[in-house]
């Protein structure tokens, strides 16, 4: 926990990692080709800062400089979509719970 909260940003390329830092208010940057995690972002409404793995030094540093002056903006995103993904994880939980009485 800590140490996503001593972080402004988690450059990722991975699931947990992404949905960790945006519960914890760090802002995910995502560096990956995965669907999974690509689908993770967009459903967070995170698409902006999805980085293509084909991009210059240039436009890595001017995506990272825009994100850490939009901090607060996309730290209430990432919260509000972690908040939901959470969300969802809880009530699946309860609906395997309730499949598995049924067996």
Avoid: Q, W
């Avoid at 995690?37 to 793995?53: H, K, N, W």
């Amino acid at each position: 926990k800590s140490l996503f909260e001593s972080a402004a940003l988690c450059l990722s390329m991975r699931y947990h990692a992404i949905l960790l830092s945006a519960c914890f208010g760090c802002v995910p940057v995502c560096m990956s080709s995965s669907e999974k995690v690509l689908a993770l972002m967009r459903e967070m409404r995170l698409d902006d800062l999805i980085l293509p793995s084909v991009y210059s030094y240039e436009k890595y540093e001017k995506t990272l400089e825009r994100v850490l002056n939009l901090t607060p903006k996309y730290e209430y995103t990432c919260k509000n979509g972690a908040k939901e993904m959470l969300r969802r994880a809880v009530f699946a939980e309860a609906f395997l719970l309730d499949l598995n009485f049924l067996v």
